[in-house]
């Protein structure tokens, strides 16, 4: 039997069970918005563990991760260190936002905040922003799944086909079982992942290097400048400490609002569930490290590899491995391809509805109604996506630059939602508004980089700014609603 | 109403306010250190412990002291509260 079909006989086995687990967990979620949405708030922490950890095990951490080693050395720990605080203001705020949640019966990020601020429009500017930042992603989780199966059969299957046969069954289990089919199959995908990236991260420094500690050496004597932090930036210079700093602090402002995972905070059991999640989170950071050995171990080994995302399946389909072990390595990229993918698909579809279609213009739907909407809204959202992953000539990298600049502005206002109680809805719109601008703006002009900051910082800044000058200038909210939801 | 901004719930006691500082005085400490101007002091490939580079093992130094101030933080209130109440964070 050729290689390529035991591999392809691996991954499908490892998709099938991925299936299995995401049809089976969906039983037990009731059938209504909240159950198909958050779960009916009952996930217990190994659940939301593995969603967490599924944010970073991306298809970008898998391949851009090694990729970004590989190509631009150190400029990859900038990926660890946002992580080290990522999720902390979680810890502090999260449990105020779940505990809203059950009063209110939030299952949406934008619904916390157009109910704080009393603004459908509001509502409607938040699914915008989050729809604009998640399209480009789920479609960059699309192409990875597609280029896994394409390498792995040497060319046979094209990457048009990769994509719709792993989405195929993330479609099936996300539309049959909301986020209870995304929670289990992301615990089953993590653990596989987990073990699969140790494995790696070990044995290929040791196969091509007698070991971690020798390739580094050679590293450090062939190409010093990789391991000299900030790295080299996308063309090979070395990296300024303003952009890497910057892209530090824009990742750390934006991570823990991204909408998907916002709206997590939603499911969760109790409290401390909640709370043991942000705790045990740099856990899932640490089995990053062997995921950067791999990119350090193609340095000298495999020279040149263009793009560089490609190193990783390049240096499993360079060396003689077993199939079986080449297998589990596909299945491994589209687990971390597909748990991204799942939570992104299912929030967009429930972002849509819920405070787009619901929010501004039909507040009387039905619940039942609104479920079937969020489900086939999966389809079409995910038939946009895969159009935009294989047919589409339109590049969405650049909105994917944006997107972090773009959840980033959503500080200020949790901030404001949080701590602030004279911010006005007048001030909450305008400071997202004159922040996205900014941010659009800096980026158009690199005439106006400084130092490298990254373009979002600007946008902060001037939201923050206009957010307090347009609220002091509008009348204030009644007391006893905005009580409820600032600190006191 | 305030119209002032509270960051720390007026519920907390003050042992429990000190801590809750400290843990965010902390954690900010942690973001510094990662990036300019303390990270790079140590952003050189050497020395090289357990054999890797000194500016890969100060990051990865930094997420364990964020796990182990998070795993403390949570034993300490969990010892120190009702588990089911959540009146030791942020709440109000």
Known sequence: MPQWIAVLAVTLAYLAVSLLVGLVSGRRASASTEGYVAGDRALGFLVLYFIMGASIFSAFAFLGGP???????????????????????WYFFAPRVARLGREHGYVTQAELFAHRFRSPLLSGVLAVISLAAFLPYLTLQMEGAGYVFNIVTEGRIPVWAGAAIAYGVVLIYVYRSGVLGVGWTN?????????????????????????????????????????????????????????????????????????????????????RTL???????????????????????????????????????????SIEL?????????????????????????????????????????????????????RWLVLVIGGLAYYFAVASELSLV????????FVAQLAPLSVATFFWPRATPAGALAGLLAGGLVTVVWNLNPGLQWQDIHPGIWGVAANLITLVVVSLATRPMDEAHVARFVVS | MRKTPRFFSSRLDRVERRVYRAAVVFFLGVFCAVVWPIYPRFAGAEPRL??????????????LLSFVALLLLFVWEGNRRDPDESGTDLEG
């Not at chain 1, 190409?223 to 930036?233: H, I, K």
């Not at chain 1, 491994?332 to 929030?347: E, N």
């Not at chain 2, 357990?50 to 997420?63: K, Q, T």
Request: hydrophobic share 55%.
């Open chain 1, 187 to 271: 615990t089953f995908q993590g653990m596989f992942m987990m073990a699969l990236a140790w494995g790696l991260g070990i044995y290929l420094p040791l196969r091509l290097y007698g070991g971690v500690g020798p390739m580094f050496d050679q590293i450090a004597e062939a190409a010093p400048e990789l391991l000299q932090a900030p790295g080299l930036d996308g063309s090979g210079e070395p990296w300024s400490w303003g952009g890497y700093s910057s892209s530090v602090a824009i990742s750390v402002l934006g991570f823990s609002l991204w909408p998907h995972y916002f709206m997590k905070i939603y499911t969760a059991r109790d409290i």
């Open chain 1, 275 to 317: 709370k043991k999640t942000v705790v045990f989170y740099p856990t899932f950071l640490i089995f990053l490290v062997p995921i950067l050995f791999i990119g350090f171990s193609g340095v000298l080994a495999f020279p040149g590899v263009e793009p560089a995302d490609a190193i990783l399946p390049t240096v499993i389909t």
């Open chain 1, 398 to 405: 650049y909105l994917l630059l944006l997107s972090y600049g």
């Open chain 1, 67 to 89: 990729g970004w080693a590989y190509s631009r050395g150190a400029a990859a720990f900038y990926i660890l260190a946002y992580g080290a605080v990522g999720l902390v203001p």
């Open chain 2, 50 to 63: 357990l054999g890797i580079p000194l500016s890969f093992f100060y990051v990865i130094v930094f997420i």
């Open chain 1, 322 to 374: 077993p199939a079986l072990v080449v297998g589990l390595f596909c299945a491994g990229a589209l687990a971390a391809s597909m748990s991204t993918g799942d939570a992104l698909l299912h929030a967009s579809a429930s972002v849509a509805v819920k405070d787009f279609y619901r929010a501004v213009l039909r507040p009387e739907l039905p619940d039942a109604t609104e479920r079937r909407l969020i």
